[in-house]
């Protein structure tokens, strides 16, 4: 089961450029040349996107994006490859010596959703799959696409707890990936 969202992929850049003599990098056209290192972290679709778009550029891996981030404001890499909103917030909180290319890199992700083998809930995929589908047909995909990615609203809404539930599911996420996966306030 698969879900394909759009997501923006922009690349952080160093303040001020110096490589190209005095020629600041301004465009994806300007990154995509020999000797030009773009750092990305691997598995992320960045990586990919680096390798289609920006063929001619080196890419150079990260085990952490804030090493990413240090290694373009150092000077290391000409660029650094990763999710829109993660290096908003990065920047929003500290992050020195970096800005955000006005041009994105487009690419279209694909996401998973893995489901254990041994659940005891009868049908989990074809639940899974049907909401899915429901959430896709009556717009909700869409407007929380809109809502978190492109209005950048980190707030959640209020969603009201089912009367009696007849399956209780538990999800794991990666809560690093704001404003996607979030710990929720206790109330």
């Known amino acids: 089961m698969r879900r394909v969202w759009g997501i923006l992929v922009v690349l952080v850049l160093l303040l001020p450029r110096v490589a190209f003599a005095a020629e600041a990098i301004t465009s994806k056209e300007q990154l995509d040349r020999t000797g030009v290192k773009i750092g990305t972290d691997v598995g992320n679709v960045a990586e990919t996107a680096v390798r289609d778009e920006l063929p001619n550029a080196t890419v150079v891996y990260f085990d952490d ?16 490859a990763y999710d829109l909103r993660q290096m908003q917030l990065s920047i929003e909180n500290g992050q020195r010596g970096v800005r955000l290319l006005d041009e994105p890199l487009d690419y279209e992700i694909h996401i ?53 539930p007849q399956v209780h599911l538990r999800v794991g996420t990666s809560a690093s990936f704001l404003p996607i996966a979030t710990t929720p306030e206790a109330s």
């Not at 994006?65 to 650094?80: I, N, P, S």
């Open 65 to 80: 994006k804030f090493l990413g981030y240090e290694a373009v404001a150092q000077g290391k890499v000409d660029a650094f």
């Open 112 to 164: 998973c959703v893995g489901i254990s083998s041994v659940s005891p809930i009868p049908d989990l995929e074809d639940q899974v799959n049907r909401f899915i589908g429901e959430v896709r047909a009556d717009g909700t995909l869409d407007e929380m696409h809109q809502r978190w990615v492109v209005d950048e609203n980190d707030e959640m809404p209020t969603i009201d707890l089912p009367q009696d």
